[in-house]
């Protein structure tokens, strides 16, 4: 009896540390190619102690798997590489962590008091340059580093920090008791561009790099041009729900009025450019150098381009030009090389005060911000920078904030400073989305038909009962907002659309809801309408402090279409896309393949290639959602 109480105990303890056991997996990959990393040596620790052992496979993936809970630390070696360390991996029960890593070459740190010197030899001998490559902060002690195989325990670099805000998706709301729905627009396009760097990589990328609506405004939709007193014009459409039969979608597209380039004021830009260690790469500083040049090329004689570059310090190394000159500016461009640690805050205040010793009365006066927003020397809280480029902003500069880059990428930093600085914030992952930006796109990037636009939809509980905005969730208002004048908000540029959807449920007619309790001390009740709901608008015009108001009622004849527009498969097919990146709680029944479906469909004049990208991109994550 005893023995079969022992055997008993004995399968227990075998299959609950089946059924309830962690994993970790990782990919490994070089950080300046992206090319996976085969035969790395990863060791795993607990409690200081190796207790695993493994290599990569031949495309770079690793994992441990039956673990019990509590805290681990991943290390990993690979010729030719920097040893890379991740603590503190906190594991529960049927915990799956997984990690992309990686990898730069080997590095050895030069201490702070060498500073001035190796900068004085950068400035001087340009092969210095290809010495150093990546600075960081310890504690208060800065540096440059220099390739070896060498490296100082006391100023081991940490690789892998890229940083992306935390996105608690939107939830339904019901109408009878949350009948207002108010967000700021957004026309930034940083996360599609950045998720494709992670899928050509064959990776799959960090659920919240994933902010959909910047996803479905990456594309340009063909909405009709504003015909009235106001610079923008609104189109509605209603049409089945793909991942929810019980849902519909409720598509709001805006397009803005397009200005021609001669009839754009005089532009006063400073381009304020990170050469610190972190930015030697070509997929940086090399590409960065590239996109601005594209730029350069469309410049007007009566434009004028100042550059300031920061990394132990910040500098101005071209006072402002003509844009006539562009061989000059070019140069400028040509001469610049990486090394030292980052001083972003230095270089944001020297740029801005630029910006505002050339200041066009009535021009089109910005800061072009390229870095990959790893500030760590001086002025690098997120408070503090946002607090001087408001200040800024309010004396008319406004703040353009390019990405790039990999590894230690501070996405969520980047987009909250050109959210202050009334800019917009791009990714460039290749020379294709740079001339998007500032070929293609130019006007729409640099200038700003509409400022502080906000969205307030007011719907009707007799006609709708439930709703949910699809993304947005960073852009989210307060209802009292709408009306406050003083509460920043989107800004649109010119000839940019921009594309919002809500899932809706129709209302059966009762219009009750019982997810809230009624209230004691007041009651509610439901005006007699046809309209599904009443849309507004607040904008101001860029050179002025008073909002305007645009408010249109809607009808269901308004919004239902006997077959869906391209515009609307297009941007509900994105939507979706996202969703299944995000594996998103209110995916439902999204498919790969129905994203595809509709992709396909929405394709007509793609004359860029846009959505033939975006078939490829849903194909290769197809992929790689099975592996």
Not at 157 to 163: A, K, R
Request: with cysteine; aromatic share 10%.
């Amino acid at each position: 009896m005893k023995t079969k109480i022992f055997l008993t105990g004995l399968y227990l303890i075998f299959f609950t540390s089946i059924l309830f056991s962690a994993t970790i997996e990782g990919n490994v990959s070089d950080n300046a190619t992206g090319n996976s990393i085969s035969g790395a040596e990863v060791k795993l620790y607990k409690m200081g102690i190796i207790i695993r052992t493994t290599k990569t496979d031949n495309v770079g993936m690793f994992q441990f798997k039956n673990l019990d809970d509590g805290p681990y630390n991943v290390k990993v070696n690979a010729k030719g590489y920097s040893e890379f360390l991740e603590k503190h991996i906190i594991l529960g029960l049927n915990d799956f962590h997984k990690m992309t890593i990686f990898m730069e070459a080997e590095l050895i740190v030069v201490k702070e008091e060498q500073n001035s010197v190796l900068v004085d030899m950068l400035c001087e001998k340009e092969k210095i340059n290809s010495a150093l490559d990546k600075s960081y902060s310890s504690g208060n002690r800065s540096s440059y580093t220099m390739s070896t195989s060498n490296i100082s325990e006391d100023y081991y670099i940490e690789h892998n920090t890229e940083s992306y805000d935390y996105i608690q998706e939107n939830g339904f709301k019901d109408v009878v008791n949350d009948p207002l729905s108010t967000f700021s627009i957004d026309v930034d396009r940083a996360s599609y561009a950045n998720i494709r760097r992670f899928i050509n990589n064959s990776q799959m990328p960090y659920a919240d790099a994933v902010r959909v609506e910047e996803m479905i405004n990456y594309f340009d939709y063909d909405y009709e041009n504003p015909k009235g007193e106001h610079p923008f014009s609104t189109q509605l459409e209603l049409g089945n729900c793909p991942w929810n039969d019980k849902s519909k979608l409720l598509m709001i597209g805006i397009q803005g009025e397009e200005i021609e380039s001669e009839n754009i004021p005089a532009c006063n830009l400073v381009f304020l450019v990170d050469v610190s260690g972190s930015m030697n790469s070509e997929n940086k500083l090399g590409l960065l150098k590239k996109s601005f040049k594209i730029l350069v090329n469309k410049l007007r004689p009566d434009d004028k381009v100042s550059i300031v570059v920061y990394a132990g310090a910040a500098g101005c190394v071209l006072p402002s030009t003509s844009g006539k000159d562009k061989a000059k500016i070019i140069a400028s461009l040509d001469n610049l090389f990486a090394g030292g640690s980052t001083a972003g805050g230095a270089g944001i205040k020297l740029a801005y005060d630029i910006a505002i010793e050339n200041f066009i009365k009535g021009g089109n006066n910005r800061v072009i911000l390229a870095s990959d927003g790893d500030f760590n020397v001086g002025a690098s809280s997120d408070s503090e920078m946002e607090r001087l480029i408001e200040a800024k902003r309010d004396l008319g500069v406004y703040l353009t904030v390019l990405g790039f880059g990999m590894g230690n990428y501070k996405d969520s930093k980047m987009e909250k400073l050109s959210n202050k600085g009334n800019g917009n914030y791009a990714y460039i992952d290749n020379i294709m989305e740079s001339n998007k930006i500032f070929g293609q796109e130019l006007w729409g990037t640099l200038y700003t038909i509409a400022k502080d636009v906000k969205i307030q939809i007011e719907f009707n509980p007799s006609k709708v009962k439930e709703y949910r905005l699809i993304g947005y969730e960073n852009r989210m208002l307060n209802k009292e907002d709408f009306n406050d004048d003083k509460k920043d908000a989107g800004e649109i540029g010119s000839g940019h659309t921009v594309t919002a959807i809500y899932e809706i449920v129709l209302a059966d007619g009762t219009a009750s809801s019982d997810k809230v309790d009624p209230l004691n001390y007041q009651t509610s009740s439901v005006v007699k309408s046809n309209d599904i709901m009443t849309l507004k608008i607040r904008y101001k015009k860029p050179d002025q402090d008073f909002s305007r108001l645009i408010t249109e009622k809607v009808t269901s004849n308004d919004v239902n279409k006997s077959e869906n527009s391209k515009n609307f498969m297009l941007a509900v097919s994105v939507a979706e896309f996202g969703m299944l990146l995000r594996d998103s709680e209110y995916k439902g029944s999204a498919s790969y393949d129905h994203v595809l479906l509709w992709a396909k469909k929405s394709k007509s004049d793609d004359t860029y290639g846009y959505v033939a990208e975006l078939i490829s991109l849903v194909e290769k994550t197809k992929l790689l959602a099975k592996l």
